[in-house]
């Protein structure tokens, strides 16, 4: 097991999320429960072998809630989060955090069933996470996206966006 710090405790294991927003008369951003605990959280998962972190945050966005739509190649952040496991142990998460423009929410997906879906305004996602830097993150993005529009704001989101890879539709889950 990887080791950080002098302590010798293990090092975070790594996560990607989706941040997923639209434009609803105010931006808004969708939370999941977990299924554990059922506390709102961004739609997250696991690194996948021969998918890049974007694409990760993308299909755990779809498996968790339904949702496609254009996802930022580069991450906003990241949130540290203790993981509570079905034995009992905690282990610490990192997680990269994707913009997600959501273009659409599907009738089904894989994990309907087991978790809720609900739009937020920014401000009040914020409130609803455990996690402080979660929180911040959240808070920040809501600066960033109703910054007024200069030539700075401008060239900022016109970075975030560069890059963006749409969804493919047509993906194949497992």
Request: charged content about 30%.
């Amino acid at each position: 097991m990887k080791r950080d710090g002098p302590a010798g405790a293990a090092a975070p294991r790594q996560q990607f999320a989706a941040l997923p927003f639209r434009d609803n008369n105010g931006m808004e951003v969708m939370l999941v429960t977990s299924r554990e605990t059922r506390r709102w959280v961004l739609p997250k998962g696991w690194p996948i072998k021969g998918l890049k972190p974007h694409s990760v945050a993308a299909r755990e966005a779809m498996e968790e809630a339904g949702l496609t739509g254009k996802v930022a190649k580069e991450p906003i952040g990241s949130y540290r989060y203790v993981k509570r496991m079905r034995n009992g142990a905690a282990m610490t998460c990192e997680v990269g955090v994707f913009p997600m423009a959501v273009e659409k929410q599907r009738r089904n997906w894989p994990e309907r069933e087991q978790r809720t879906t609900s739009w937020f305004a920014l401000e009040d996602a914020a409130t609803l996470v455990d996690e402080p830097e979660l929180r911040d993150l959240i808070l920040g993005f809501a600066r960033r996206i109703r910054a007024p529009e200069s030539a700075e704001s401008r060239g900022a989101q016109h970075e975030l966006w560069r890059n963006a890879a749409p969804q493919r539709p047509g993906a194949r889950l497992k």
